[in-house]
């Protein structure tokens, strides 16, 4: 009987975006208006926008709530402000962020990478910039390691420096076609998998983006190399590092994207009842479909719209 109390329902599809279109939001932030706030605004002002809310956004409860191996509210949004604020707390002119900020906004970021939530297809998916915001951070110590950019590599198994330059062109699908298929690296690509760790997964990401448009069912085997990434390793070492990998996925996730997380079919709707309709679905003489025909006919008209 829960207690005497009824049951705090709520809704099983994942409300990735934070549009809130069923329950009232629990967290102070309003992640919906911020979201579409920046969705409108260009990078540069993304943190005026976060520092406003800075005293509405608990980066120490989100922490707390993720050492706990739970996510907050919105986690998206929080990785969102994080990445925002900890690129401009890294910046020496940065004045108004304390050591101690910054280090909770690395705790928060890297706990949010090692949640299993958090994949490759989500973030390629979410209307949440984040990887723009990722991708902006700036920190030389990883951005000019040779290790990282293998740029001080014997007889590669790659021309890694080539593929780089290749992947940052605009047209990154033919630039790089020759170097990810050469015979001589699809023989040896173990080889280059060990060298050149964050080099392979910019080839991976080039195999996805090809299946994602083509035969979409290998898109998972690329992905999940990705996806291990997150877990095992230092975020800023995977944002900041020269292959800029966020950036990459930033500049091809338009067409790449299926869909939006959002499933917000009004009780009016699955009646038959439309607000941009003049009528109903049925027409006035005709009868009622019950409440099973009410639901597919809805069901079908937002959705032959939606897809």
Not at 9 to 31: A, I
Not at 35 to 45: A, I, K, W
Request: charged share 25%; aromatic share 14%.
């Amino acid at each position: 009987d829960f207690d005497g109390r009824l049951p705090q329902w709520k809704s099983t599809f994942p409300d990735y975006d934070c549009w809130n279109d069923f329950l009232e939001p629990e967290d102070p932030v309003n992640w919906k208006d911020l979201r579409l706030q920046v969705e409108q605004d260009e990078l540069p002002s993304w943190r005026k926008v976060v520092a406003e809310r800075l005293q509405e956004v608990h980066f120490v409860q989100a922490y707390e709530t993720l050492a706990d191996q739970r996510l907050p509210p919105c986690f998206l949004g929080i990785l969102f402000a994080a990445a925002v604020r900890f690129g401009h707390c890294s910046e020496e002119e940065a004045e108004s962020c304390t050591a101690s900020e910054t280090e909770l906004l690395s705790q928060v970021i890297q706990e949010i990478f090692r949640s299993t939530r958090l994949t490759l297809e989500l973030l390629l998916g979410t209307r949440w910039p984040v990887l723009a915001a990722l991708d902006s951070i700036r920190l030389p110590a990883y951005y000019d390691d040779p290790e990282l950019s293998c740029t001080e590599i014997q007889e590669p198994a790659l021309d890694w420096l080539q593929l780089r330059q290749a992947l940052q062109a605009p047209d990154w699908f033919h630039e790089a076609k020759h170097l990810v298929y050469r015979r001589s690296f699809q023989a040896n690509w173990l080889a280059g998998m060990e060298e050149c760790t964050y080099g392979f997964a910019l080839v991976s990401l080039w195999k996805l983006a090809v299946c994602a448009e083509t035969q979409a069912e290998c898109v998972n085997q690329y992905a999940v190399i990705i996806d291990n990434m997150f877990r095992e390793r230092d975020w800023q070492e995977i944002a900041c590092n020269s292959w800029g990998m966020f950036g990459f996925l930033d500049r091809i996730r338009a067409p790449l994207k299926r869909h939006e997380f959002r499933l917000d079919f009004l009780p009016s709707e699955l009646q038959g009842a439309f607000p941009l309709l003049e009528r109903p679905l049925w027409g006035a003489s005709e009868p009622s479909p019950g409440c099973l025909g009410t639901f597919r006919g809805a069901f079908l008209r937002r959705f032959d719209t939606f897809l």
